[in-house]
T-cell receptor, first 114, second 113 residues
Framework: GESVGLHLPTLSVQEGDNSIINCAYS??????FIWYKQESGKGPQFIID?????DKRQGQRVTVLLNKTVKHLSLQIAATQPGDSAVYFC?????????????FGTGTRLTIIP | GEEVAQTPKHLVRGEGQKAKLYCAPI?????VFWYQQVLKNEFKFLIS????????ETGMPKERFSAKCLPNSPCSLEIQATKLEDSAVYFC???????????FGSGTRLTVV
């Protein structure tokens, strides 16, 4: 299953399938990007990050792709499990010697169907 | 410890009352950030600290919000004269170096009635 970011904030995927969550970021000067997972009643949990000098980074079952030309970020989760159900946020940072706060995207709710 | 500790978990205040939230960053982390999350969705940056110094306060509604990070004390976020629109979950995060290696706390849910 695949989301189209801000226009589809929910995504349902069958357990075991792969999922893709998309994010359009706003600042062309951003040079560091992070994906967070937020479960109900908890704070954002780091999943994976990528710097702007890369276009792909892989972790355990997760891959982040960065397309700076169109300011687009995606998170791929392989072989989804029930525990992957959560809201996923992308966040960007512009390293600016004193202004390195996170700017979050709107979020996508991922539901894994058993 | 290796977690950011936020207290209380829940806070209910009548409109016009004061609310004070606390955050103990991870030991050794010199940067602290406060974010407001409304309706389980968007995060709004409020303020950041480098040790006890304000680093960036561009997100703070200064007429009612204030924050401190004093040595040997938890950081605090205070809202004077709360309004209904202040109802949100307030998250604190800390990091060793600005912008990288953020760890978030579990948040304080503020309900203004």
């Amino acid at each position: 299953g695949e989301s189209v970011g801000l226009h589809l904030p929910t995504l349902s995927v069958q357990e075991g399938d792969n999922s893709i969550i998309n994010c359009a970021y706003s600042n062309s000067a951003s040079d560091y990007f992070i994906w967070y997972k937020q479960e109900s009643g908890k704070g954002p949990q780091f999943i994976i990050d990528i710097r702007s000098n890369m276009d792909k980074r892989q972790g355990q079952r997760v891959t982040v792709l960065l397309n700076k030309t169109v300011k687009h970020l995606s998170l791929q989760i392989a072989a989804t499990q029930p525990g992957d159900s959560a809201v996923y946020f992308c966040a960007e940072i512009e390293s600016n010697f004193g202004n390195e706060k996170l700017t979050f995207g709107t979020g996508t709710r991922l539901t894994i169907i058993p | 410890g290796e977690e950011v500790a936020q207290t209380p978990k829940h806070l209910v205040r009548g409109e016009g009352q004061k609310a004070k939230l606390y955050c103990a960053p991870i030991k050794g982390h010199s940067y602290v950030f406060w974010y407001q999350q409304v309706l389980k969705n968007e995060f709004k940056f409020l303020i950041s600290f480098q040790n006890e110094n304000v680093f960036d306060e561009t997100g703070m509604p200064k007429e009612r919000f204030s924050a401190k990070c004093l040595p040997n004390s938890p950081c605090s976020l205070e809202i004077q004269a709360t309004k209904l629109e202040d109802s949100a979950v307030y998250f604190c995060a800390s990091s060793q170096s600005s912008g990288y290696g953020y760890t978030f706390g579990s948040g304080t849910r503020l309900t203004v009635v």
